[in-house]
């Protein structure tokens, strides 16, 4: 067998949906986006929602909204994808990178609240794998433990009156944790719709939020204004007999999403309760195939956690990094195409060109040597996710002799 990591799920539905824009003779920006951006809100649980063309986007835009920038710091994770902190380098702020919680994937709140300073506007949990972070309530009390030295250097600053929290939900859309939906965790909360994730626009995000009522109208605006080159009337408003004047309030970015993206992210919508009950499917699968082996495994359904079972994380306990590669290459040679998720910032060369280190992030660094994801998709047949099983297993024995 062949099977690739992580291949879109696209039906018929989806191409007519794309067809169907592309003859409306609205292609960009339009009545198609606006009704996504009803269901992001939706999934969410959130008053009001905005669609992007990536998540990182969301999170750049976001720090934006919130006047972060030259001088400020945002802490993070080390175990997360470049994208959660180079939306802080974009925005001009220092990214304060803290290690794990020891044997956990999970940023460590101790360790974010020794991190805080002064210069501390942001904090950016992330989501792993689907599950939403564990430690928000910790997290909070951080914060507020360190509220006297907060100093607000913007308006949306001023009125949160702390440190303010974005996260980094690339992985999550549809999770819950203690039945709350995964938008009402965190003040801000930014989703990818990349061509990997479990809900696709090919390339796509989006971002709720979870403040003051009072200034859902005020924060959307500035987000189509962020979006949009700072023009004050979007393309779908010009082309109204007679409305052709516009202004530009600010020299800002150009990250919208298109009506063709939100074509097929509505389509997948609306077929996202059956993606993700086949994605719980195939990882009760693999738990019970790959439970007598004594391999670590995300805890998708447990903990108060109803996962949007986006990864398939496993740990091979005692392996160092040689053995982890060369299992992957096992894998590779039966046909098994697998992943690592992920290897930690201070190993990339943009961060280390910051000066950070990976010898002063020993827990992400334990949890990335020993790291193996599996495919984990609605592509997958019940007779490929035996075969993986079987070939993890005779894999592992082969490379443990």
């Not at 100093?151 to 859309?173: L, T, Y």
């Not at 990997?196 to 796509?204: A, D, P, Q, R, S």
Request: charged share 25%.
């Amino acid at each position: 067998m062949k099977i690739a990591f992580s291949p879109p799920d696209i039906t018929e539905e989806e191409i007519e949906a794309v067809a169907e824009v592309l003859r409306s003779g609205w292609i960009t920006t339009g009545p198609k986006t606006k009704k996504f951006e009803e269901k992001i809100a939706e999934i969410s649980n959130t008053r009001r929602g905005v669609a992007l063309n990536s998540a990182t986007a969301c999170m750049e835009m976001t720090l934006h909204l919130l006047g972060i920038g030259p001088g400020d710091e945002v802490i993070t994770t080390a175990y997360t994808y470049t994208a959660t902190a180079s939306c802080i380098c974009h925005v001009g702020a220092r990214p304060v990178i803290v290690d794990t919680i020891k044997g956990e994937y999970w940023m460590d709140p101790e360790k974010v609240e020794a991190a805080i300073t002064e210069k501390t506007k942001g904090i950016i949990p992330v989501d792993l794998g689907g599950i939403i972070y564990p430690y928000y309530d910790k997290l909070y009390k951080v914060i507020e433990s360190k509220k006297e030295i907060f100093v607000p250097k913007s308006k949306f600053q001023e009125g949160m009156g702390r440190i303010a929290v974005i996260a980094d939900s690339a992985h999550s859309v549809g999770a819950k944790r203690q039945n709350r939906s995964n938008g009402t965790w965190a003040d801000f909360t930014c989703y990818s719709f990349h061509a990997v994730k479990n809900l696709t626009t090919g390339e796509g995000g989006g971002l709720t939020w979870n403040v003051s009522e009072e200034w859902d109208e005020e924060i959307y605006k500035e987000y189509m204004l962020l979006s949009l080159h700072g023009q004050s009337k979007d393309a779908l408003a010009k082309t109204r007999l007679g409305s052709w004047e516009y202004d530009v309030v600010a020299p800002y970015y150009k990250c919208n999403m298109t009506d063709i993206a939100a074509g097929i992210g509505l389509v997948q919508y609306q077929r996202y309760p059956e993606i993700l009950r086949r994605r719980k499917e195939i990882i009760n699968q693999y738990n019970e195939g790959l439970q007598e082996l004594g391999i670590h495994t995300l805890p998708h359904y447990c903990d108060g956690n109803e996962s949007a079972g986006h990864l398939y994380l496993t740990r091979i306990p005692g392996f160092t990094l040689e053995e982890r590669n060369r299992f992957i290459e096992e894998m590779a040679e039966r046909g098994i195409a697998t992943n690592v998720h992920y290897k930690p910032l201070p190993l990339l060369t943009a961060y280390k060109n910051q000066g950070y280190q990976i010898k002063d992030y020993p827990n992400a660094f334990e949890m990335y040597q020993n790291e193996v994801t599996l495919p984990l998709h609605t592509k997958l047949t019940d007779e490929e996710v035996s075969y993986i099983i079987k070939n993890y297993k005779e894999a592992l024995r082969s490379i443990q002799k």
